[in-house]
């Protein structure tokens, strides 16, 4: 057989993932707050995009808002007449200047003065507010003014420097005692009085230490409470009638010892150093209708807005002399005209999608959590002509304001739960919060175990395992019927 070389032409298809196509992508499952820091960033390395400062287009509402505040012609005042009032200039006559600084020139009200506008710098404001000190700072503080001598501060210090960010100090007397070369009845003095400072129960070595020193600063520290302490794991079993035998107490009582533990802090020095939980923005706004339908727009306080200076560019071009200053501007056009056009894609998938949601849902929109259906991306998908990771993508990182409240987009998407006798199937939200009425509704004498909820659920319509209701009953955080039996127990 002859060997020589050839020339084939093949065609074929392939995906390439370009830098611009995992731009957009990024984009679309990024927040509008997380958008808008991105576009911020190109402002900045792109001088050819400038932001869209224009107004937003107005409604028929706000066309009508200048024409109600304009102001009334002047034969409508024809009561107050020039002669009534006073004088341009003319001081008030119930003025009282006995707090008014004067400066040295001696100039009364009006009189000129180098701080007498309202036009002054007063930048420097922000700055004379004192910035929040860390707890560390706080308590080390309080150690200074409180120990006055040497050896007391350093074993202080000391065990502020092993205090951990729950405000524990799981450390014994006689462990620290030894480290420091001192007696073991002077740590224990130290650690008695810091257990003291502010935030009170700081520094102990245990929860019952912890909540004993809060209820003694409170003057709540009785024996009853004493040996409600002592049986803390009594009290996570929620066995109220062990606890009332082991502190000689009724069942009212005992409830309002829980009730003063409850408003103690396990934790003194957890919050103290923990920033604000942010808030969540919405990234779409749903509002109802004169009508009674819903309307759905992006929110415009987050949504970033920016515009392609081609005029700029086009004076560079001419001015440009070189061959890469030109292929700069070419590249800086092409990147900004694709953010351009990304956002506003990235804007239209979104309204899309989350219109498409609010038609699903509507019933829950009207009627609470209980007509919430079951939804799966590939119904929205289908409905929307996209693939399932599309609205995967749109759904994520994402809230939408509603009249029920604020909620993440991929809330409404649940897993479905099938109807007895092949009637419609339920949303697993919508169960478990029926799984929550029901408890909260049940009797004292009488506490739904999790087959009697299975049976109540399929008398309505919903074929349902005992096991998925377990399941739902834990993600709840709702303790079993053993234990809200012995919660709810009235002693005989």
Request: hydrophobic share 40%; net charge negative; aromatic share 4%.
């Amino acid at each position: 057989m002859a060997m020589g070389p050839r020339l084939d032409l093949r065609q074929s298809q392939s995906l390439v993932m370009t830098p611009q196509l995992r731009q957009a992508i990024k984009l679309l499952q990024s927040s509008n707050v997380e958008v808008s820091a991105f576009v911020e960033e190109e402002l900045e390395r792109n001088p050819l995009l400038e932001r869209d400062e224009r107004p937003e287009p107005r409604t028929a509402a706000d066309e009508r808002a200048p024409e109600a505040a304009a102001p009334e012609p002047a034969d409508s005042h024809a009561a107050a007449t020039s002669e009534a009032m006073p004088a341009e200039g003319a001081a008030p006559l119930d003025a009282d200047w006995g707090n008014v600084y004067e400066s040295e020139s001696g100039g009364g009200p009006g009189a000129g003065g180098s701080r007498g506008s309202f036009d002054d710098d007063l930048s420097g404001i922000e700055e004379m507010a004192d910035a929040r000190v860390s707890l560390r700072e706080h308590l080390g503080e309080q150690i200074r003014l409180t120990f006055h001598d040497p050896r007391d501060r350093l074993i202080a210090a000391q065990m502020l420097a092993m205090v951990d960010a729950a405000g524990r100090l799981p450390v014994t007397d006689a462990a620290i005692a030894a480290a420091m070369g001192c007696e073991e009845a002077t740590v224990a003095a130290v650690r008695a009085r810091m257990q003291r400072l502010d935030p009170v129960g700081m520094f102990a070595q245990s929860l019952r230490e912890c909540l004993a020193v809060q209820l003694a600063d409170r003057n709540r520290l009785d024996p009853c409470m004493e040996a409600l302490l002592d049986n803390l794991e009594m009290l996570a079993r929620r066995d109220q009638r062990g606890l009332m035998k082991a502190c000689g107490v009724d069942a009212e009582d005992l409830a309002e010892m829980i009730a003063e533990l409850k408003r103690l802090d396990p934790k003194p020095g957890a919050n103290w150093d923990a920033a604000p939980p942010p808030v969540v923005v919405p990234d779409v706004i749903m509002r109802r209708l004169e009508n009674g339908e819903w309307a759905v727009e992006l929110n415009p306080e987050t949504l970033p807005r920016v515009l392609v200076n081609r005029g700029f560019h086009a004076r560079a071009v001419v001015g440009s002399k070189s061959k890469d200053d030109r292929a700069f501007l070419a590249e800086r056009l092409q990147s900004a005209t694709w953010l351009v056009k990304s956002l506003e894609q990235r804007a239209n998938t979104i309204l899309k999608v989350a219109a498409e949601i609010v038609r699903r849902q509507d019933g829950f929109f009207r009627h609470g959590v209980s007509h919430l259906r079951p939804l799966i991306l590939r119904d929205v998908a289908e409905a929307v002509s996209m693939h399932e990771s599309t609205v995967s993508r749109v759904t994520a990182n994402k809230h939408i304001a509603t009249p029920r409240g604020t909620f993440e987009l991929k809330y409404f998407f649940t897993t479905a739960i099938a109807g007895t006798t092949g009637g419609e199937s339920h949303s697993a939200e919508a169960i478990r919060f029926r799984i929550r009425e029901m408890i909260a509704q049940e009797d004292p004498e009488d506490i739904l175990s999790d087959d009697a909820i299975v049976d109540r659920l399929r008398k309505e319509g919903v074929d349902i395992a005992r096991r998925t209701v377990a399941k739902y009953r834990e993600a709840l955080r709702i303790p079993s019927s053993v234990q809200r039996k012995r919660e709810k127990a009235v002693p005989a």
